[in-house]
């Protein structure tokens, strides 16, 4: 069960479908592990849905009566597949859509010896969305970073001097925090990171790749 | 046909294929439906564009709707989700998810999901009448205007914090529960 969880803010603009692409999906991909959260999610929705009741209506015109009657009886298109409702414990269906298959199917950069990184594409042009893949006590050099940065476990954990991370723990690191996460030794770590910025490395020994890391937004 | 009939009995009909009954749900919620749109998308074009295809949709759909929200909730699920669609459109997004990827708008098949469900439904209902106004403004702009805190705050002049704190009173006097 998920420990770390999304601030109430962010739930409520998710309920109300006011984040972006990148982060609301991955704010759903929480929800897939998190009863809890799903819980509350599903109270702000009905509280989305009780200001809608209370909307003062403007008035609209005839035609869009007509439009929406003369399209009941079209032939019903190929119907979109949506990856339908949170599961809890289920591979999270989004992630599947945007791997087209699954982990084994992707292409992972190398990155350090340690740390491979697969970027999926959501459309969202502003945010990286990417699989992080840590080998089991392997470490990610210190970083800091030049914007946001929501991390979500999806299999095995990590840990850094703020605590440790497990399935479904979600984080969101501001442009200030700095931290070096660490696998658990007993499995490698997959993680889900979004960003709107490059990562910035402190340490001596990476800090020459810093011109190099560019947003791979899109 | 009887336009007052409500809405849980002119469902049936619809699913019959009774297409007099969905003009009557069409002329009940189609204000609503887009206004909502309009509050975002700003364009009176896009947002009946948007209203046009939540009843198409709603249409297609109807035999899902399994009355664990009200007939209006389930509706409003699926504006949401098209009217960010399109607001994505409109941007040029080129992406293979859709809204209702990320916010689903099936119901839960499990029947004591369904009933909790309603139950916080009609809590939170009538919990808002007890709403102060200020509360009432930033959860509007939030929900049917499509604004970050951020941007409410900076609309209504007032530090980002009081937004957020404001949120959470009005989230705790609706009893919702956050577990954290």
């Known amino acids: 069960m998920a420990k770390f969880h999304p601030e109430l803010d962010l739930l409520t603009e998710h309920a109300a479908g006011n984040l972006p692409l990148a982060q609301a999906a991955c704010v759903s991909v929480h929800l897939n592990y998190c009863e809890q959260c799903q819980r509350t999610s599903g109270q702000l929705h009905s509280l989305g849905a009780a200001l809608f009741d209370q909307l003062h209506g403007e008035p609209v015109g005839e035609s869009l009566l007509n439009s929406v009657l003369a399209r009941l009886d079209d032939a019903v298109p190929l119907s979109y597949a949506s990856t339908s409702q949170w599961s809890a414990g289920s591979t999270p269906a989004i992630l599947q859509r945007l791997m087209s298959g699954d982990l084994t199917d992707l292409v992972w950069k190398k990155i350090t010896s340690t740390l491979r990184i697969s970027y999926l594409k959501t459309g969202d042009p502003n945010y990286e969305f990417a699989l992080y893949h840590i080998k089991a006590g392997g470490r990610i050099p210190e970083h800091t970073h030049r914007g946001s940065e929501m991390t979500l476990v999806l299999e095995g954990g990590f840990s850094d001097a703020d605590g440790s991370y497990h399935q479904g723990d979600f984080l969101l690191r501001q442009p200030s925090d700095v931290h070096a996460p660490t696998a658990v030794q007993s499995e490698d770590c997959i993680c889900l990171a979004v960003l709107d910025a490059p990562l910035k490395f402190t340490g001596w020994k990476y800090r020459w790749m810093n011109p190099f890391l560019q947003l791979q937004a899109g | ?180």
């Open chain 2, 1 to 180: 046909m009887q336009t007052g009939l409500p809405d849980n009995e002119l469902i049936p009909l619809v699913i019959k294929g009774d297409q007099q009954a969905y003009k009557v749900l069409v002329e009940r919620y189609q204000s609503y439906i887009f206004t909502l749109a309009y509050r975002l998308m700003q364009s009176r074009e896009d947002a009946e564009e948007v209203a046009q295809d939540v009843f198409v949709k709603a249409y297609r759909s109807l035999a899902d709707f399994k009355g664990g929200s009200k007939f209006s909730t389930w509706i409003y699920t699926i504006a949401r989700n098209c009217r960010t669609d399109m607001f994505r459109r409109l941007q040029k997004f080129d992406t293979p998810l859709a809204e209702e990827d990320v916010f689903p708008d099936q119901e839960s098949e499990e029947p004591f999901a369904l009933l909790q469900g309603k139950r916080s439904e009609e809590r939170v209902r009538e919990l808002m009448k007890t709403l102060p106004g200020d509360q009432m403004r930033i959860l509007a702009k939030v929900y049917m205007e499509g604004k970050s805190h951020a941007e409410a705050a900076a609309e209504l002049d007032l530090p980002l914090g009081t937004v957020k704190s404001r949120v959470r009173l009005a989230i705790q006097k609706l009893q919702i529960q956050i577990d954290r």
